[in-house]
């Protein structure tokens, strides 16, 4: 049964209430911080991963946060950040930053909605899914970047082909 089947589509939808029902749906472990947003945490094969939905009003976009641990050390920053460039420019549905304060690396994406448009339960759930799937890609890469010592070119290239199928 399509995810979509459980609503009426209407102006009355609030998008974090289609997530809230995605993370029922999937199981996940969230919490509805406000009206407009909510926070989740997802299970990776590599990791967990906490992401963040909100919706923004004024500019009418979904925005998606996705985030792991990571506090690389500080001699590998300048080839961390020169992963995330090459990372960045193999992706087209969002895009990976480092907020060193916190220790996270971040997975960002905002989907626009202007003019009324509603998201389908779908689009969310790619949203989702594909914010995990960024992160598990590329997750080893940055690993061997930061602990490995390895050159960001080298390293992508474990990121470059994804699986298809089992083994």
Sequence with gaps: ?????????????????????????????FDRVGDDQIAMAV???WRGYALTLAWSSPDQTLRLICTF?????????????EALNLTNDM???????????QGLMVWRYGLLLSGGQIAAPEQIDQM?????AACERF???FQLVAWAD????????????????RA
């Design 1 to 29: 049964m399509p995810l979509s089947a459980d609503y009426t589509l209407s102006d009355d939808i609030h998008p974090i209430d289609i997530v809230e029902t995605l993370a029922h749906h999937h199981a996940w472990e």
């Design 139 to 141: 997750y080893p890469a």
């Design 43 to 45: 299970e990776g094969q």
């Design 69 to 81: 641990e990571m506090e690389p050390p500080e001699a590998r920053m300048a080839e961390l950040y």
């Design 91 to 101: 992706v087209w549905s969002g895009g990976f930053t480092y907020w060193a304060a």
């Design 128 to 132: 989702i899914q594909t914010a995990v």
């Design 150 to 165: 390895r050159a960001p070119e080298d390293a992508l290239k474990l990121a470059i082909a994804q699986a298809y199928g």
